[in-house]
């Protein structure tokens, strides 16, 4: 019922930002929450931040306060701002959707975008 495309990666220095941007389709996008999730080489793929479809966020306690998630429902597109950028948020960056509850677990997703590598240099 949705297909997901992430884009806005890159390679940053240590401190910098990035935009990253989930562009759905589907006439019901509003309805969806949508998650992000990482995935560093040798590492678990994590939870970093989600947004539901009232717009409330919430994020991964490492990215308080440096990463912000909004939504643009008339664009049908999710952002994830990130500042202060630091070696560790290197990863491919996932966006997915879901109606489900349980934000935070990678296993409530349905609808995955291809993702977007985040790399940051120190």
Not at 52 to 69: C, E, H, L, M, N
């Amino acid at each position: 019922q949705v297909q997901l495309v992430d884009s806005g990666g890159g390679l940053v220095q240590a401190g910098g930002s990035l935009r990253l941007s989930c562009a759905a389709s589907g006439r019901t996008f509003s309805t969806y929450h949508i998650g992000w999730f990482r995935h560093a080489p040798g590492k678990e793929r994590e939870f970093a931040a989600c947004i539901s479809a009232r717009s409330t966020p919430d994020y991964q306690d490492s990215v308080k306060g440096r990463f912000t998630i909004s939504r643009d429902n008339a664009k049908s597109t999710v952002y994830l701002q990130m500042n202060s950028l630091k070696p560790e948020d290197t990863a491919a960056y996932y966006c997915a959707a879901t109606v489900q509850p349980l934000l935070r677990l990678e296993r409530s997703y349905n609808y995955w975008g291809q993702g977007t590598q985040v790399t940051v240099s120190s």
